[in-house]
């Protein structure tokens, strides 16, 4: 079973990430930690009860709760609409999960691009500068037509700015 624990963040920067894994590693089996301005995405597989790590993660990290995403199939429901509101949530982990089975049946070439965009963040969350720009400026040459509620130019300009300056930024969805 896989879980991804979003706890609330009182304070941390992907600086803090690996001592963090570390930590958290130490009490729990945890896969990776990603750090974002709000909050923190402890993604764990364990068969031991969730409650009890995720105690533990909490009493380690010192932020509570918030929500528990269950990751087993690596699938989430609800499309462009829901990549849209994960990707301004910084919840980019699940944002690109979103598109996954429409591009798997669309090979959609836009589609691919804000998977990527949001793999990008996922690094930025992870605090892999090198990584981040990479991807960004290759998703980046992926969006080019508008998809569903997505302007697919204004995207680009805001992405664009973004990698200048290695910054957040929201996808309006009209």
Known sequence: MR????????????????ELIKKVRAVAPVITVRIATRH???????????????????????GRLLDVVDITFERVEGGVRRFVELFNAERFWEAHNALEDIW???????????????????KLQEGSLDKFEKLLQEALGLIQEDVECIKAQEVKRKAEAALLNRSLFKITCS
């Open 40 to 62: 923190l995405e402890v993604d764990v597989k364990t068969e031991e009860d969730v409650d009890a790590v995720i105690n533990k993660v909490e009493k380690i990290l010192g």
């Open 104 to 122: 798997r049946e669309t090979r959609n070439p836009t589609l691919q691009g804000l998977i990527m965009l949001a793999a990008a963040y996922v």
């Open 3 to 18: 879980k991804l624990l979003i706890v609330e963040n009182p304070g941390y920067t992907p600086a803090h990430r690996e």
